[in-house]
């Protein structure tokens, strides 16, 4: 799937664009009951063309002096990995030093570049909107993304540029890709696996060029594995840049079937990891949680139990997922996360007979019926599997609008423990019968 990324320096309205642009999927992709989280990330679908979508904006930290070095290493990064570029710019504010420090960088570019001038909601505005010509990028679009004015012509040319999905059946084996923030020991993990050095590892983050598979075969079960160990790194992206490790996994996650997320101990699962966590539950993955260089913590301080629990908090509301601690140095259970991985995956592929969840649901939910709403009565009459990759449920009812968020975590809940979908998330919709 092609990427789009949108940069620009800060408060242009990146945000507003990225937000209107991924709505139309927005219920689909990111049905996480009752969450919202900072959302750098979605698809966008526009003429029957789906492109993956990254907000840059939401990356940046740190005080004026920072931005400026941030935003150019964002910008060299989205040049590097996506497909098509949209430059985004303010009117009224006018041409900035930042802007041509952008633009500089993009001039350079052969991939298709867009230069969108926002906040043009008025004819005074669109006068202004000429001196962005001296940026020397071309044409520009005028665009207002707060009232969605010009966004449509935006959208028309983006998936005109855009290449056809191909479709990457390469081979129809189960793909888990290796996916984490660089230097959590990925390369070593596969080279552990398969008993040599199919990869060069060093200690300098991100010294793997590209994404690459490798065949498995472990248990009686085949697979691909696919390593995106800190995939090919610029000089001057620092390795701390938490847009960097989430760029460089979004399409590894898109094409995988379970995420093997590995995190380093002595760092815990901070911001970088969650993002990546969030990215493979968003895309519906089966996910196994890898704590790696288990070996190199005070044990004193930090039991297993505890780090364990610690982790499942940040991951709140999607608790139900392996945690398998390793030391890939010692070689200490890594066939146990391949293990899990497995029978994640077979979790994800599940398929339960509508009769089995009629006959096991239906006494639950009417012993705990959900709750009335303005004196009306929700009935849930029929439940069905969905025809879909990962487990999607359909509970068929008379007033779909009247369940709240809080009551679907509860059918979740119980689906995961009658029908064990450990590691795997799970959509629940409700429709009218």
């Not at 750098?40 to 004026?64: A, C, M, P, Q």
């Not at 010294?207 to 472990?218: G, L, V």
Request: hydrophobic share 40%; with cysteine.
């Amino acid at each position: 799937m092609s990427i789009v990324a949108i940069v620009g320096r800060p408060n242009v309205g990146k945000s507003t664009l990225f937000n209107r642009m991924i709505q139309r999927r927005e219920a689909i992709t990111d049905s996480v009951s009752g969450v919202t989280r900072d959302r750098h990330y979605g698809r966008s679908d526009w003429n029957g063309k789906e492109f993956s979508l990254i907000d840059t904006g939401g990356y940046v930290v740190g005080s004026d002096d920072i931005f400026e070095e941030e935003i150019d290493q964002q910008v060299e990064l989205a040049i590097d990995e996506a497909d098509a570029i949209i430059f985004m710019v303010n009117a009224e504010e006018g041409i900035t030093p930042m802007d041509e420090d952008v633009a500089t960088l993009l001039r350079k570019v052969t991939k298709p570049v867009f230069l969108v001038v926002n906040k043009v909601d008025n004819n005074q505005r669109e006068q202004d909107a000429y001196e962005f010509y001296n940026l020397g990028l071309g044409e520009y679009y005028s665009i207002s993304s707060m009232n969605g004015s010009g966004t449509g012509d935006l959208l028309d040319e983006i998936v005109k540029i855009l290449p056809d999905t191909e479709e990457e059946t390469v081979d129809d084996l189960p793909r888990f890709a290796v996916v984490g923030r660089p230097n959590a020991g990925k390369s070593s993990f596969i080279n552990a696996l398969i008993g040599e050095e199919r990869y060069i590892v060093t200690d300098i983050a991100g010294t793997t060029r590209d994404s690459i598979d490798t065949k498995y075969n472990r248990f009686g079960f085949e697979f691909n594995l696919v390593d995106t160990a800190g995939i090919r790194r610029k000089k001057k992206v620092r390795e701390d840049l938490e847009f960097y490790s989430v760029m460089r996994s979004v399409r590894a996650i898109e094409h995988a079937d379970v995420c093997i997320l590995m995190l380093d101990a002595t760092r815990g699962f901070d911001g970088q990891v969650q993002n990546i966590f969030w990215l493979a539950e968003r895309n519906r993955k089966g996910i196994v949680v890898l704590v790696n260089k288990w070996d190199l913590v005070d044990k004193e301080t930090n039991t297993a139990k505890e780090y364990e629990a610690m982790i499942r908090k940040e991951m709140e509301p999607f608790t139900d997922v392996p945690i398998v601690f390793i030391s890939v140095m010692n070689k200490q259970r890594i066939h146990k996360a391949i293990e899990t991985a497995v029978a994640v995956y077979k979790n994800r592929s599940k398929k339960i007979k509508t009769s089995q969840l009629n006959e096991v649901l239906l006494p639950l939910i009417e012993n705990y019926p959900p709750p009335s709403l303005k004196g009306k009565f929700v009935k849930i009459k029929f439940i069905t599997q969905l025809p879909t990759p990962q487990p999607q449920f359909a509970f068929f009812c008379n007033l779909p609008q009247y369940v709240r968020d809080s009551y679907k975590r509860y059918l979740e809940n119980q689906l995961r423990k009658h029908f064990d979908f450990h590691g795997v998330p799970i959509s629940v919709y409700m429709r009218k019968k």
